[in-house]
């Protein structure tokens, strides 16, 4: 499978390229910089430069040629309002129309659990920011390709477990980034999971649980 990550040099972006490369899959990706396009360019990644925010959909989709699959892992993460609209808002619509130009059917955002800190008073660019995020996500989730969304918890840099918990709704907990990039390499070898928003979080032995209000819908109430 050929796989175009945009965010490819992100802590998701990269891992999530490491494990293709590894299963033997073809990647490749868009970064800013030309030092990050050598370093790349070193182990075997072929990558792209440019920036989401100045490419057009035209051209951007001239580099998604033979692709299989386009990832969007970019994110501001915190930026300024405007850095957000372009690259977690505006950057996702011009990827997607880049992708149905090239012809590539197979289109995996990386988003964020909408109601994550909803325990917490969050100021007006962090609101902000989640309001891009779930606009995106309507737009993403509004197209024909076969798009996937994936909502992960609070990302947390720590060695993988191999367990997680995946499904239409989770609580906002946290997750390594190497399960993140492990389950986005999974559900991409998966054509059948597709149209869908999943949540993700750490995987947890837990035993069934009554039906109940969780702790966090106890504890704002
Ligand atoms: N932080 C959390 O707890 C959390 C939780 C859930 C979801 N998320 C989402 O998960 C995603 C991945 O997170 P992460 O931690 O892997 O992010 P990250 O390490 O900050 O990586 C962000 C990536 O986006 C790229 N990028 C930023 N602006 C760009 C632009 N204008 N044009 C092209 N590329 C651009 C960066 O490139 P450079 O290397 O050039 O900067 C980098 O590759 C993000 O969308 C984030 O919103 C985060």
């Not at 989770?170 to 993140?180: F, K």
């Amino acid at each position: 499978m050929r796989v175009f990550i945009i965010g490819i040099t992100g802590a998701v972006g990269g891992l999530l390229a490491e494990d293709l490369t590894a299963r033997g899959d073809v990647v490749s990706g868009l970064v800013r910089r030309e030092a990050q396009r050598a370093d790349l360019a070193s182990r075997d990644v072929e990558a792209r430069v440019g920036d989401i925010g100045a490419l057009t959909a035209d051209a951007l989709a001239s580099l998604l040629g033979g692709v299989d699959a386009v990832v969007y892992a970019a994110g501001s993460n915190g930026g300024t309002r405007d850095v957000t609209d372009v690259v977690d808002g505006e950057g996702v619509v011009k990827a997607l129309e880049a992708a149905r130009l090239a012809g590539v059917t197979r289109f995996v955002l990386v988003s964020v659990l909408p109601e994550a800190w909803r325990e917490r008073h969050l100021d007006e660019d962090q609101e902000h920011y989640f309001a891009v995020k779930k606009l995106t996500d309507v737009a993403v989730s509004m197209c024909d390709l076969d798009w996937l969304i994936l909502r992960p918890s609070m990302l947390v840099d720590r060695a993988g477990t191999g367990r997680v918990a995946l499904g239409p709704a989770q609580p906002h907990d946290e997750i390594a980034r190497a399960d993140v990039a492990a389950t986005l390499a999974e559900l991409l070898h998966e054509p059948r999971i597709r149209r869908q928003i999943l949540e993700l979080n750490a995987g947890r032995r837990r035993s069934p649980q009554p039906c109940e209000r969780t702790s966090e819908t106890r504890e704002t109430t």
